[in-house]
């Protein structure tokens, strides 16, 4: 009867792990990049060019979080990473497009997709192996928060 407890207590302990590592941050973007896109056809007018900013570079932030959480563990597959970094680089390249405009949230938007290119170069180094290391978690916590930022300018027409 113990071991029964045991073993759906374990049961229960991998489902709320997984939820948590996975099921969550996915959530997250799905909420976030939904709210993004509301944001631009609600309000519309002149803050289009902030939500088109806010939505690519929500979508590059995406594209490098799935990246990374496909390459979170050794041993890693180097041309796979290769092809990687070059669809992410090239989303990243798409949302500087995108930022490139006199708004606020163009700006922020604009700071943010820059310090998802310095979280890219983190992770090409970690995966690499170059010996360096910086913190990716407060990197990405900056980009965020610039988006988030961003977001809510946009959403003011900003």
Known sequence: M???GLIKLLILAA?????ITEVWPWAQAKILNTGSSIAGTATGGDNSAGSAC????RSASQALADGARAFRSPPYDLAAWSSTVSSVSSRLSRAE???RCDLESCRAGAEAVTELRALLTTFDGM???DGSFSNPASQRERADDLLNEAQ???RQGR
């Open 127 to 129: 995966v690499r192996g």
């Open 2 to 4: 113990a071991l029964r």
């Open 97 to 99: 497009s995108a930022c």
């Open 15 to 19: 489902l709320l792990y997984f939820g």
């Open 152 to 154: 809510m300018l946009a």
């Open 54 to 57: 806010v939505a690519e570079a």
